[in-house]
């Protein structure tokens, strides 16, 4: 792993050795024709919207069509390999997202190698998660569920999106932190995930903001922290669940990629109006409106984001031994 994250990362900085004038010239005038966005999820999510927002946006900084193409199935895989497989000439970019990360570890083969095949771009926004519980479990603290739960062994079931999705990597790492034993229950979604929680069918899930806040609101799931390194606005009292386990954190990024051997030159103008773009007062509004925060930086800033993803998740992936349905 230590080599693949060194190679990524020089991927990321930017081939400085590689002779600069062709491709500099080529990128001044990128892109001269429409440009593919592949996304690995389905229309409608925010993954999807994240997308088409950028895209749309590049479509007015560049004058040339960001076309989003939705690929779904295999976890994202598919859209990954047909990325990884495409000419490396920023006309095919992907959407990535940390289900990336933790694919690398979570499916025993695939015909690409994610940090080896991929050339990070831009990062663009991250989803806070938060823990919640149905309203019968008795408690009102990480805390106070940590004891109930360890208290009741395989009786306090972990709902998630399903298996390898941030939810559930959340989930089996707070699982891994606390020592805990939480049944899994994997669901198709966020959606179906927490409507068996606000039902009782299940106990605890580590759900995004989005699909969270109005049932939350309503007194219909209770909120115990956030995932986060410090509280949200949105979320105001709510404790972080660093407080009670030192070092958790698990968030759900989204940023563009490339093939690997995409020329910097185009990797650096497509980071450079990615950060003008996230930067905006009305990207960042609608953004947050989905409950995202901004990530914004250099290529290399995203690369090591994604290298210590994909570490930070192995490692949890290999301790819960878990593999891809």
Known sequence: MKLARRTFLKLAAGAAAVPAVPHLA?????????????VGFAAGGVTDTVARLTGQSLVDRLGQQFLVDNRTGAGTNIATEAVAKATPDGYTLLLATSANAINTTLYERLPFNFIRDI???????????????????????????????????????????GTGSPPHMAGELFKMMAGLDLPHVPYRGS?????????????????????SIEYIRAGQIRPLAVTTPKSLDILPGI??????????????????CAPKNTPAAIIDKLNAEVNAIVADPKMKQQLEELGLRVLSGSPADYGRL?????????????????KAD
Do not use: C
């Not at 990128?30 to 592949?38: F, L």
């Not at 004891?147 to 709902?159: D, H, I, S, T």
């Not at 930070?312 to 301790?319: L, N, T, Y």
């Open 119 to 161: 050339a990070p771009v831009a990062s663009i926004a991250e989803s806070p998660l938060t823990m919640v519980i149905h309203p019968s479990v008795p408690v009102n603290s990480v805390p106070e569920f940590i004891a109930y739960a360890k208290a009741n062994p395989g009786k306090v079931n972990l709902a998630s999106a």
């Open 26 to 38: 080529w990128a001044q005038g990128y892109p001269t024709r429409p440009v593919r966005i592949i």
């Open 239 to 256: 404790p972080t669940v660093a407080s009670f386990l030192p070092g958790f954190e698990a968030t759900s990024w989204q940023g563009l």
């Open 191 to 211: 959606a179906p995930a927490t409507s068996d929680l606000i039902a009782g069918q299940v106990q605890v899930l580590f759900g995004d903001v989005t699909s």
């Open 306 to 322: 994604i290298t210590e993803d994909t570490e930070k998740w192995g490692k949890v992936v290999k301790f819960a031994g878990l």
